[in-house]
């Protein structure tokens, strides 16, 4: 089921060219690619982060978030991720999307102008209503967490 987002995509200064839009790089991609709306490099130091513009604003239709990920290239062979994993673009939101970059590798990382930084994944979201009971219903985990049932 395809579903509409409406979507502005602006250089960061006039005369720049307009980057591509996200796009499916696979015909059964998940995620869109965006990519890095910079006019000069930037340079993340290892255990360092950085906010990198996208130069996107997008209308989500209510019912929906469109969320940030990481690539799984950039997070393998650079330890590059998107730090607040997924990072939620709300369907009223209007600002331009900004992704938080983390290098946990031991290299300096350069983000390059137009370089594709992270995925965008349209995702439903459906609304709560809590209920409030005494006790919840059973079930064969129970409380059990944290690795309770092992590793072999």
């Known amino acids: 089921m395809n579903v509409t987002?409406?979507?502005?995509?602006?250089?960061?200064?006039?005369?720049m060219e307009s980057l591509p839009v996200p796009k499916y790089e696979t015909a059964n991609s998940g995620g869109l690619d965006a990519r890095a709306d910079i006019v000069a490099d930037i340079v993340i130091a290892p255990m360092q982060r950085a906010l990198v513009p996208t130069?996107?604003?997008?209308?989500?239709?209510?019912?929906?978030?469109?969320?940030v990920d990481s690539r799984s290239g950039l997070a393998f062979k650079n330890g590059v991720f998107v730090l607040n994993a997924p990072g939620i673009v709300d369907a009223d939101y209007r600002g331009?999307?900004?992704?938080?970059?983390?290098?946990?590798?031991?290299?300096?990382f350069t983000v390059k102008r137009g370089d594709r930084i992270c995925q965008l994944l349209l995702r439903a979201v459906h609304r709560v209503e809590w209920k409030l009971v005494d006790e919840l219903s059973a079930t064969g985990r129970g409380e059990g967490g944290f690795g309770h049932t092992g590793v072999k």
């Open 5 to 15: 987002v409406e979507v502005i995509n602006k250089p960061m200064l006039q005369g």
């Open 96 to 108: 331009e999307i900004g992704v938080i970059l983390m290098n946990l590798g031991d290299q300096p």
């Open 55 to 67: 130069g996107l604003k997008v209308a989500v239709p209510p019912g929906y978030t469109l969320d």
